[in-house]
């Protein structure tokens, strides 16, 4: 009786802890240490549930390895090299199932790229597409918006504030409006739903002007518009990434040559940030950074003695659009969803509503449930993370789904 006691004890303590950790937020826990070598200014991506990185300086070698982070494994896994030449300070961003990296340079301040290629997934190739459209430079910043990609700011034989968009299907850059701050090196940037946010950033001219300064692009109307400043100190070469409506910017170089670990909150509903819990890794620059649902993620990187290859999962406070709940009750399968699932109600109601929301909580399809089964068709949904809601009487369902 006593060993079963200590068997039923010791099952107890697991799950205490299994759901102490499920329900941790606002948290950061060390992941496995990226794949390729230990390295800075390299550039990171997620396309679907996996998670991207390679170029960068390492070991005194300008890197164009690529790998691929599988999260639900927590393993890394070597993909085709990049198609260019290998390079550091290069500028990144995925469009549905594609990913594409441009720019950059050859690591002695004086050969410039303009050069931009796509990354096939599924075939592991790359592709060279339309060169970027604006003059060769390094540490541009790029992010997307639905089924555009942006890259502005940067530096070339001068420091640049031009804004240019690329049209996937026609292959074409556009000339957008300029940039609201002034011309930089080393800013960061996200999407958060239809808008665009660039901040922070520094200008080098017999010394250093580091910048706090935070911009909000309408891709509708093709303005800027200020918002609060960054709430940490003024930085370059700091990292950002997405989760849901909540942006998120943190390490970072400053005007006092500190290294930075903290991590802040932005959220575009109040114009407001928030610190929030310190990076896990420690101070450093040049780090990458990316999301895959809602979990977010820092790697790579320097500090003040070395380049780092560890790598970290940050959980916020929640998934900041539409949370899990109760999901037992639903069971979406396949999940992820390639062409079509099926969404199976394991519980008896009537007359249910069948609701699919994306990240931000925004409404994308409404249907009536009125069996215990439907068929879910992936017709017009990207690739990406989305939330499916079934209400019904007083019971209401939320689970996750992922779109290849």
Do not use: H
């Not at 002695?108 to 796509?118: A, G, H, I, R």
């Not at 250093?208 to 100190?233: H, I, M, P, V």
């Not at 003695?305 to 916020?316: A, G, V």
């Not at 925004?362 to 068929?375: I, N, V």
Request: glycine residues 14%; neutral net charge; contains cysteine.
């Amino acid at each position: 009786m006593k060993r079963i006691y200590l068997i039923t004890l010791l099952i107890n303590s697991l799950l205490e802890l299994l759901i102490s950790d499920i329900n941790a937020q606002n948290i950061w826990i060390q992941k496995t240490n990226f794949g390729g070598i230990e390295r800075g200014g390299a550039v990171g991506f997620c396309i679907g549930t996996k998670g991207y990185i390679g170029m960068g300086y390492g070991a005194s070698i300008l890197r164009n390895d690529f790998w691929e982070y599988d999260q639900g494994n927590n393993t890394w896994t070597q993909k085709a090299n990049f198609g260019g030449i290998a390079r550091y300070g290069a500028t990144c961003f995925a469009i549905g199932t594609k990913g594409y990296i441009g720019t950059g340079e050859a690591g002695n301040l004086s050969t410039y790229y303009n050069d931009f290629w796509e990354y096939d997934p599924i075939s592991n190739t790359w592709a060279q597409k339309a060169n970027f459209g604006g003059i060769a430079r390094y540490e541009a910043i790029g992010f997307a918006i639905g089924s555009k990609g942006y890259i502005g700011t940067g530096f070339g034989s001068n420091y640049y504030n031009d804004f240019w968009e690329y049209d996937q299907v026609s292959n074409t850059w556009t000339q957008k409006a300029n940039f609201g701050g002034s011309a930089r090196i080393g800013a960061t940037g996200f999407n958060i739903g239809p808008k665009g946010y660039i901040g922070t950033g520094y200008y080098q001219n017999l010394g250093y002007t580091f910048y706090f300064d935070f911009w909000e692009y309408d891709q509708g109307t093709n303005s800027w518009t200020q918002k609060a400043n960054f709430g940490g100190t003024a930085r370059g070469l700091a990292t950002g990434f997405s989760i849901g409506a909540k942006g998120y910017i943190g390490t970072g170089w400053d005007s006092s040559n500190t290294y930075n670990n903290d991590f802040w909150e932005y959220d575009p509903s109040l114009n407001t940030w928030t610190r929030k819990a310190d990076f896990g890794g420690g101070y450093r620059t040049e780090a990458v950074g990316f999301s895959i649902g809602n979990k977010g993620y820092i790697g790579t990187g320097i500090d003040t003695i070395s380049s780092k290859t560890d790598f970290w999962e940050y959980t916020p406070d929640s998934t900041n659009g539409i949370e899990e709940l109760n999901n037992a009750g639903i069971s979406i399968y396949p999940n992820p969803l390639t062409s079509s699932s099926i969404l199976q109600l394991n519980t008896q109601v009537n007359n249910a509503d069948v609701v699919i929301y994306d990240m931000v909580g925004k409404e994308l399809m409404r249907k009536k449930l009125t069996g215990s089964r439907m068929e879910i068709v992936k017709g017009s949904l990207q690739s990406g993370v989305y939330f499916v809601k079934v209400t019904a009487e007083d019971k209401q369902f939320v689970q996750k789904m992922v779109v290849e």
